[in-house]
């Protein structure tokens, strides 16, 4: 009699793994099946994040009808060495990604086309400190890279107003993110350069 539900508790517990076995491959099954559907709409929605984003970048106005037409007109993509980058008119653009403080900092810097003088840096994305380093996305913030020099390596200011051709400001309160971008923009610049075949 004691057998009995020793038995009855093994097929009970042989029924739970099944169920949790067969739970697991229907969940991955339609996981999968939700990415492979979502994934042309994604895929769109970077391309129109990246022109729009490249566009403004540029200076070249455009509108949700025709950003498409315009940026087939407009801007050309250029790669060397597994490096791409995009031309207009007489500017360069470069989309960059790095680690910040807490995690990772995407953009787009825009230079003239001999890559002497920064035009305008854009952060798309970023996780800083909300409040503090996520001032690094801040437009008021991001004025402080015009025309500034590409020739060499972007330095932070520190405890004083950036005033050299190679210097911007940092964020009070939020230097490692400031610096974290800094890094990012200057190795952005550099691949970018070496790309070209351009010396520094």
């Given at each position: 009699m004691?057998?009995?539900?020793?038995?009855?508790?093994?097929?009970?517990?042989?029924?739970?793994v099944?169920f949790?076995?067969?739970l697991?491959?229907?969940?991955?099954?339609?996981?999968l099946?939700?990415?492979?559907?979502s994934?042309?709409?994604?895929?769109?929605?970077?391309?129109?994040?990246?022109?729009?984003?490249?566009?403004?970048?540029?200076?070249?106005?455009?509108?949700?009808?025709?950003?498409?037409?315009?940026?087939?007109?407009r801007?050309?993509?250029?790669?060397?060495?597994?490096?791409?980058?995009?031309?207009?008119?007489?500017?360069v653009?470069?989309?960059f990604?790095?680690?910040?403080?807490?995690?990772?900092?995407?953009?787009?810097?825009?230079?003239d086309?001999?890559?002497?003088?920064?035009?305008?840096?854009?952060?798309?994305?970023?996780?800083?400190?909300?409040?503090?380093?996520d001032r690094?996305?801040?437009?008021?913030?991001?004025?402080?890279?015009?025309?500034?020099?590409a020739?060499?390596?972007l330095?932070?200011?520190?405890?004083?107003?950036?005033d050299?051709?190679n210097?911007?400001?940092?964020?009070?309160?939020?230097?490692?993110?400031?610096r974290?971008?800094?890094?990012?923009?200057?190795?952005?610049?550099?691949?970018?350069?070496?790309?070209?075949?351009?010396?520094?």
């Amino acid at each position: 009699m004691r057998s009995e539900p020793g038995r009855f508790n093994l097929k009970r517990k042989l029924l739970d793994v099944l169920f949790i076995v067969v739970l697991g491959v229907v969940s991955v099954a339609l996981l999968l099946a939700a990415q492979s559907y979502s994934a042309p709409a994604v895929k769109r929605f970077q391309e129109t994040r990246l022109k729009t984003n490249l566009l403004t970048a540029a200076g070249i106005p455009w509108t949700n009808e025709d950003f498409r037409s315009v940026f087939d007109q407009r801007v050309r993509e250029q790669n060397r060495d597994g490096v791409s980058w995009f031309a207009a008119e007489s500017l360069v653009m470069y989309e960059f990604k790095g680690r910040g403080l807490w995690g990772m900092i995407e953009g787009i810097v825009t230079c003239d086309s001999a890559l002497s003088r920064i035009v305008n840096v854009r952060v798309l994305s970023q996780e800083e400190t909300p409040g503090l380093g996520d001032r690094i996305g801040d437009v008021d913030y991001l004025v402080t890279y015009q025309g500034r020099t590409a020739a060499g390596p972007l330095d932070l200011a520190l405890r004083h107003k950036a005033d050299k051709a190679n210097e911007v400001d940092a964020i009070s309160g939020a230097t490692l993110s400031s610096r974290a971008l800094v890094t990012i923009v200057n190795e952005a610049v550099a691949k970018l350069r070496a790309a070209k075949g351009e010396q520094q």
